[in-house]
């Protein structure tokens, strides 16, 4: 467990002083719930065994509404399943920003610039993702920008007011689904590479459940009134890494002395060859 996940639990023992409250979705509609018959693994409290590292296996992280394939990525269907058609439902305002957001997406996109991904974007990347839990805690933590959450009981109010590029997020089990409402995401982040996005009114209610073993169905409810004409849902399945040695890497994204940031893995041997920092710091130095 590295240093980020410690971290991680270490805000949920703090702040959480009871388990994620067991409760039934009223607000869901039966069209969006997945009905299955899997029995999950469970902790000592009896609640569904989530611990693991899990990733999207698609490319709907380009575009939301699906897209054709691309030089080094394949197509994707929509996984917008409501409404039917697979588009989102934009205002007719809203949807010629989103135009603007696609036309400049290559320089005004916050995730190049190294912004946190958000909700639900963090869960769509080609990147992977890891929950901790235990009795009364739950954590994720996600590889790209050191971005994690702490999902507080529904009991406690959310912090109204305050934004997070991850959102505030409180959660409740329905049956063997982690429901996960998540409120206070500002308006600074987009939901893919095509310039979708929302304001700071989006409202999101995750639901995660157990398919099998390694496969766990996602959905995500939108709700925006500054952006979209009614609500609106995704649905994916994220897949288990159940590779040897598998784990969450210290993903940085550092800005050269071009003034470009750039993502740097460990896994990437060349990677602090594209930072002059000896030069860097000669600048910085000059400069004073």
């Known amino acids: 467990m590295n240093r980020r996940a410690y971290l991680a639990l270490a805000f949920a023992a703090i702040f959480v002083a009871c388990g994620v409250a067991a409760a039934q ?5 039966a069209k969006t719930k997945t009905v299955v018959s899997y029995s999950p693994p469970r902790l000592a409290d009896g609640t569904p065994d989530f611990r693991g590292i899990w990733q999207a296996r698609t490319t709907a992280y380009v575009n939301i509404e699906g897209h054709s394939a ?72 996600y590889q790209e920008d050191h971005a994690y959450r702490i999902v507080l009981p529904s009991t406690v109010p959310h912090d109204d007011g305050i934004d997070f590029y991850m959102g505030d997020s409180r959660g409740h089990w329905d049956g063997n689904t982690l429901v996960v409402d998540v409120t206070d995401l500002g308006d600074a982040t987009w939901l893919d590479e095509a310039g979708n996005y929302h304001s700071d009114q989006l409202h999101v209610v995750e639901r995660y459940t157990l398919l099998g073993p390694d496969k766990m169905n996602y959905e995500a409810t939108m709700d925006d009134p500054m952006v979209y004409a009614k609500p609106w849902t ?22 050269d002395s071009q003034g ?17 920092y ?9 400069s004073k």
């Open 25 to 29: 979705d009223s607000g869901a509609s």
């Open 234 to 255: 995704i649905r994916l399945t994220l897949y288990r890494d159940k590779s040897r040695g598998a784990r969450i890497v210290e993903d940085e994204c550092i800005e």
């Open 70 to 141: 691309e030089p080094g990525v394949p197509a994707s269907k929509s996984i917008v399943v409501d409404p039917p058609d697979g588009k989102i439902p934009y205002l007719p305002d809203a949807l010629k920003q989103r135009n603007k957001n696609y036309a400049d997406r290559a320089s005004v996109d916050p995730r190049l610039n190294c912004f946190q991904a958000g909700v639900p974007r963090a869960v769509l990347l080609p990147t992977p993702f890891q929950f901790f839990e235990s009795v009364g805690y739950l954590a994720v933590v």
């Open 278 to 286: 000896a030069a860097e710091l000669a600048a910085a130095a000059k």
């Open 260 to 276: 470009i940031w750039q993502h740097v893995s460990p896994f990437d041997p060349k990677a602090l060859l594209r930072h002059n």
